[in-house]
C-alpha cells in the first residue's frame, strides 16, 4: 500500500503559533510509515529542527500551493484565498454554518477539486469532537478577560489593552494573571475582585474558563457557572450585567435569544466591564452577544462599546486565543487527533473520514442549491435582441 503523504504548511494567520502536528505526534506518524512534509515557518511555536529530528521532511513555507494532488494537507486556520483547493485539506474553514465568506471557501475547493476534512467537524461514534481546542480557548479567554477587566480600572478610557503576546508555558501566564487581579483588585471602586459568569461552563472551553478563574486565586462564589439549564428560560440575561465580568463559551448551533443586547446594557445598576466572546460567532447571523461586530487580535484584543454611563465596555472577540499558549494547546490538540490520523490509511473505509467527507458533500450541495435559488430570484436574462 502507498504511504500516507501528509503536508503540515505554515499558518498564514497573524500571531498564530500553534501547529495541527507536534514534533511528537510527527514522529509517531512517520514511525507508523507516513511520510510527513513541514513547511519551514518563522512563527511556530516548535523548531523546524524538532520536526526535522522527528523524521519529517523540511520544504518551503507556502509550498502546499504547489504540492501534489495525491498529497493531503493539514493545518489550523483560513487557506489564503489566493488560490483553487486542488489536495484534501484538513483544518477549521469556519465555513460549514454560513460564515461570512463561506461561499467562496467553498467554490475553491469546487473550482480546484479538493476535498475538505474540517476540523470542528470531526467527531467520535458518540458525535463528540475527535480533537479540539475548547479546553485552551477557554483558559486564554478567561485569563485575558481579567487582565482586561484590571487594565480598565487602572487607566483612561482611550488607553486601550495593547500587544499581548504567547506566553512560553502556562506558569507565566498564572503569574501575570494573579499580579493583574491584584492590581485590579485594588483599584476597584470597592477593593473586591471580580465576578465573572460563565456560559458554557459544563462544556470543554467553560470549564478551561473556570479553571483559570480558580488558578488565578477567584473564590469559588465570585465563578457563576451557567449551562443549558440556566439559560433556557432565553436572553437578555440581567444576572450578565450585574456581573463584572461575562464569559461565553457556547457552542452556537442554531438560533437563540440573544444574552445580552444594548436594551439590557442601558439598564440602571450595570456593572458588565468586560465580555469574552470565546464562542466568536462574529459573523454568524444568530450571534447571541449582538453588541459587536468585528474580530479582535492579539495586538489590540479588545473593541469598545458604546453605552452610557459608567463603567467602560469592552469585548474580546479573538477568534484563535488557545494560540496565547501555543505549545501546551498544541500538544493537547495534536495528540487526540493523532488516534485519527492514523486512520488516514483507511480514510475510503474509516467512520471518521467517511463523515467528514459526507458532510463536505452535502455542504456543496448546500451551496449548489443556494445559487440555484439565486438564479431563480434574479430572473431570466432579457434578450438582447
Given at each position: 500500500?502507498?504511504?500516507?503523504?501528509?503536508?503540515?504548511?505554515?499558518?498564514?494567520?497573524?500571531?498564530?503559533?500553534?501547529?495541527?502536528?507536534?514534533?511528537?505526534?510527527?514522529?509517531?506518524?512517520?514511525?507508523?510509515?507516513?511520510?510527513?512534509?513541514?513547511?519551514?515557518?518563522?512563527?511556530?511555536?516548535?523548531?523546524?529542527?524538532?520536526?526535522?529530528?522527528?523524521?519529517?521532511?523540511?520544504?518551503?513555507?507556502?509550498?502546499?500551493?504547489?504540492?501534489?494532488?495525491?498529497?493531503?494537507?493539514?493545518?489550523?486556520?483560513?487557506?489564503?484565498?489566493?488560490?483553487?483547493?486542488?489536495?484534501?485539506?484538513?483544518?477549521?474553514?469556519?465555513?460549514?454554518?454560513?460564515?461570512?465568506?463561506?461561499?467562496?471557501?467553498?467554490?475553491?475547493?469546487?473550482?480546484?477539486?479538493?476535498?475538505?476534512?474540517?476540523?470542528?467537524?470531526?467527531?467520535?461514534?458518540?458525535?463528540?469532537?475527535?480533537?479540539?481546542?475548547?479546553?485552551?480557548?477557554?483558559?486564554?479567554?478567561?485569563?485575558?478577560?481579567?487582565?482586561?477587566?484590571?487594565?480598565?480600572?487602572?487607566?483612561?478610557?482611550?488607553?486601550?489593552?495593547?500587544?499581548?503576546t504567547p506566553y512560553s508555558n502556562e506558569s507565566l501566564l498564572l503569574d501575570?494573571?494573579?499580579?493583574?487581579?491584584?492590581?485590579?483588585?485594588?483599584?476597584?471602586?470597592?477593593?473586591?475582585?471580580?465576578?465573572?459568569?460563565?456560559?458554557?461552563?459544563?462544556?470543554?472551553?467553560?470549564?478551561?474558563?473556570?479553571?483559570?478563574?480558580?488558578?488565578?486565586?477567584?473564590?469559588?462564589?465570585?465563578?457563576?457557572?451557567?449551562?443549558?439549564?440556566?439559560?433556557?428560560?432565553?436572553?437578555?440575561?440581567?444576572?450578565?450585567?450585574?456581573?463584572?465580568?461575562?464569559?461565553?463559551?457556547?457552542?452556537?448551533?442554531?438560533?437563540?435569544?440573544?444574552?445580552?443586547?444594548?436594551?439590557?446594557?442601558?439598564?440602571?445598576?450595570?456593572?458588565?466591564?468586560?465580555?469574552?466572546?470565546?464562542?466568536?460567532?462574529?459573523?454568524?447571523?444568530?450571534?447571541?452577544?449582538?453588541?459587536?461586530?468585528?474580530?479582535?487580535?492579539?495586538?489590540?484584543?479588545?473593541?469598545?462599546?458604546?453605552?452610557?454611563?459608567?463603567?467602560?465596555?469592552?469585548?474580546?472577540s479573538i477568534d484563535h486565543l488557545p494560540s496565547l499558549l501555543p505549545r501546551e494547546a498544541s500538544e493537547a490538540f495534536?495528540?487526540?487527533?493523532?488516534?485519527?490520523?492514523?486512520?488516514?490509511?483507511?480514510?475510503?473505509?474509516?467512520?471518521?473520514?467517511?463523515?467528514?467527507?459526507?458532510?463536505?458533500?452535502?455542504?456543496?450541495?448546500?451551496?449548489?442549491?443556494?445559487?440555484?435559488?439565486?438564479?431563480?430570484?434574479?430572473?431570466?436574462?432579457?434578450?438582447?435582441?
Amino acid at each position: 500500500m502507498e504511504p500516507v503523504h501528509l503536508h503540515l504548511r505554515s499558518e498564514c494567520k497573524p500571531l498564530e503559533y500553534r501547529s495541527a502536528l507536534t514534533p511528537t505526534t510527527t514522529r509517531a506518524l512517520v514511525d507508523a510509515g507516513y511520510i510527513v512534509y513541514v513547511e519551514k515557518s518563522p512563527s511556530r511555536i516548535f523548531e523546524d529542527s524538532e520536526f526535522e529530528a522527528a523524521g519529517a521532511i523540511l520544504v518551503p513555507e507556502n509550498s502546499w500551493r504547489v504540492t501534489e494532488c495525491h498529497i493531503i494537507i493539514i493545518g489550523l486556520k483560513e487557506l489564503s484565498l489566493g488560490v483553487f483547493y486542488r489536495n484534501a485539506h484538513i483544518y477549521f474553514a469556519h465555513c460549514y454554518k454560513r460564515q461570512s465568506g463561506w461561499e467562496d471557501v467553498l467554490n475553491r475547493f469546487r473550482k480546484g477539486g479538493g476535498m475538505l476534512y474540517d476540523l470542528e467537524f470531526l467527531t467520535d461514534d458518540s458525535g463528540r469532537r475527535v480533537a479540539a481546542f475548547g479546553y485552551h480557548a477557554g483558559f486564554a479567554g478567561a485569563a485575558l478577560a481579567i487582565k482586561a477587566w484590571a487594565h480598565q480600572l487602572t487607566h483612561t478610557p482611550d488607553d486601550h489593552l495593547t500587544g499581548i503576546t504567547p506566553y512560553s508555558n502556562e506558569s507565566l501566564l498564572l503569574d501575570d494573571i494573579r499580579a493583574a487581579l491584584q492590581i485590579g483588585t485594588a483599584a476597584s471602586p470597592t477593593a473586591s475582585p471580580p465576578r465573572v459568569l460563565i456560559i458554557g461552563a459544563l462544556g470543554r472551553c467553560g470549564r478551561g474558563a473556570v479553571e483559570l478563574c480558580q488558578r488565578a486565586g477567584l473564590d469559588d462564589s465570585l465563578i457563576i457557572q451557567w449551562d443549558m439549564a440556566e439559560t433556557a428560560k432565553g436572553g437578555p440575561f440581567p444576572e450578565i450585567t450585574a456581573s463584572d465580568i461575562f464569559i461565553n463559551c457556547i457552542y452556537l448551533t442554531s438560533s437563540i435569544a440573544p444574552f445580552i443586547s444594548a436594551e439590557s446594557l442601558a439598564q440602571p445598576g450595570r456593572k458588565l466591564s468586560v465580555v469574552c466572546d470565546v464562542s466568536c460567532d462574529t459573523t454568524n447571523p444568530h450571534n447571541p452577544i449582538p453588541i459587536y461586530d468585528v474580530n479582535t487580535t492579539f495586538d489590540r484584543p479588545t473593541v469598545p462599546v458604546v453605552v452610557a454611563g459608567e463603567p467602560a465596555l469592552s469585548v474580546i472577540s479573538i477568534d484563535h486565543l488557545p494560540s496565547l499558549l501555543p505549545r501546551e494547546a498544541s500538544e493537547a490538540f495534536s495528540a487526540a487527533l493523532l488516534p485519527s490520523l492514523l486512520e488516514l490509511k483507511n480514510r475510503e473505509t474509516a467512520r471518521v473520514w467517511k463523515d467528514a467527507e459526507a458532510l463536505f458533500h452535502e455542504k456543496m450541495r448546500d451551496l449548489e442549491e443556494m445559487e440555484a435559488m439565486d438564479r431563480l430570484a434574479d430572473g431570466p436574462k432579457p434578450n438582447p435582441n
